[in-house]
C-alpha cells in the first residue's frame, strides 16, 4: 500500500534512503533531479541541518520509498517544488501521487523539472500547470564536435580582473549581484550568507572566482564563479562550468561580460578540463548568442511549470 506523509525533518535510516532514491533516478536519467540548492538539503537530511523552509515528501510502499518531493517554501510568494521517483516504479502511480500531495501542500507550487523528461509535462499538465520557463544548459564543446581555440582574453582599458579575496570581497559582490539580476527569480536576493555558503562548497576555489575592478574609482563592477564538478553518476569525468557571471549594469557597453567570461574559460582550460557547461534562461537571446559565438550550443533543457 502506497502511503505518503510530509516531514521537516528525517530520522538518519529515512535520509539514507532518500538519497538512494535520488542517486537511482540521477543514474537512470543521466541528470539529477534537484537543483543543487535542493541537493544541498538532501545532503544535510537526518543531521537536523538544512533551510528552514524546506519541506521533504516521503511516500512509501510498505518499508520501501518509491517517490520524493522537496517543497521550498522560503519564498511564501514563490514556492518551488522538485520531485523523483524510483525508476522502477514509473508509470504505477507514484508520480501522480507525489504531485497530488505537493498540489495539496501548497496550491500555488510551481515545479522543475530538470533534463525536461516526457512523463513531468503528462504530470505538470494532470494539475493545471503550464509550461513557463526554460532554463538552458549549453556545453563547450557543442555535443560531438572540437571545441574551438579560446579568443585571446583582452581585458577593457580601465578595468582589472583579480582573484577573490575572501573574508574582504564578498559584500561588494553581493551588491553586483543583487543590481545585475534584480530580475531573476532566483539569484536576485543574495546575501553574505549566501556567499560564504558557496565558499564552504567542497568545489569552491577562489582562484576561479574572478572579479572585474574599476581602476579608477576601485569599484566592483562584475564577478565571474567558475566551478569544477567532481566525477559523479551524472558526471563521466571532470567538468567546469560558468557557475554565474554578474555585470553591474552601471558597467554595461564596457566589454566585462564577455572578458569576465573569457578569463573563467581560460582559467578552467588551465586545469585541464576538456568540457565547460553554463545555464542560461532560454529567452536571453543576447547570452545565448554570446555563448554560441564562444563555442558553446544547447545540450539539455530545464523546465519551469506553473499554473
Given amino acids: 500500500m502506497v502511503t505518503s506523509r510530509w516531514v521537516s525533518t528525517t530520522t538518519p535510516q529515512e535520509a539514507e534512503q532518500v538519497r538512494a532514491l535520488v542517486g537511482a533516478v540521477a543514474a537512470a536519467d543521466g541528470v539529477d533531479a534537484f537543483a543543487e540548492p535542493a541537493r544541498r ?18 511516500v512509501q510502499d510498505g518499508a520501501d ?3 520524493y518531493a522537496l517543497l521550498d517554501l522560503e519564498n511564501a510568494d514563490d514556492p518551488v517544488a522538485e520531485l523523483a521517483v524510483l525508476p522502477e516504479r514509473r508509470r504505477q502511480g507514484v508520480g501522480a501521487a507525489v504531485v497530488d500531495a505537493v498540489v495539496a501542500e501548497s496550491p500555488a507550487a510551481r515545479f522543475w523539472a530538470h533534463g525536461d523528461h516526457p512523463g513531468a509535462g503528462h504530470l505538470a499538465t494532470r494539475v493545471g500547470r503550464r509550461r513557463a520557463r526554460e532554463l538552458w544548459r549549453m556545453r563547450r564543446p557543442a555535443p560531438g564536435h572540437e571545441a574551438p581555440p579560446l579568443p585571446e582574453l583582452v581585458v577593457p582599458d580601465g578595468i582589472a580582473i583579480a582573484p577573490l579575496r575572501v573574508g574582504h570581497d564578498e559584500d561588494a559582490v553581493v551588491a553586483v549581484n543583487n543590481r545585475a539580476f534584480s530580475w531573476h527569480p532566483e539569484q536576485s536576493s543574495w546575501t553574505r550568507a549566501d556567499v560564504e555558503e558557496i565558499e564552504a562548497e567542497p568545489w569552491f576555489d577562489a582562484a576561479g572566482v574572478l572579479l572585474g575592478w574599476d581602476t579608477v574609482t576601485g569599484d566592483l563592477l562584475g564577478f565571474h564563479f567558475t566551478k569544477v564538478h567532481a566525477v559523479s553518476p551524472t558526471v563521466p569525468e571532470p567538468l ?11 558597467a554595461q557597453g564596457r566589454g566585462l561580460g564577455r572578458a569576465l567570461t573569457l578569463a573563467g574559460l581560460h582559467h578552467l582550460a588551465g586545469r585541464g578540463l576538456r568540457t565547460t557547461l553554463l545555464y542560461v534562461e532560454g529567452d536571453n537571446a543576447p547570452a545565448i548568442a554570446t555563448y554560441r559565438r564562444l563555442g558553446f550550443e544547447r545540450d539539455a533543457v530545464d523546465v519551469s511549470y506553473q499554473r
Fill in 41 to 58: 538539503d538532501i545532503a544535510a537530511l537526518g543531521t537536523g541541518a538544512g533551510r528552514a523552509g524546506s519541506r521533504h515528501l516521503l
Fill in 65 to 67: 520509498l518509491v517517490g
Fill in 240 to 250: 567546469g562550468e560558468v557557475y554565474v557571471v554578474g555585470v553591474d549594469p552601471a
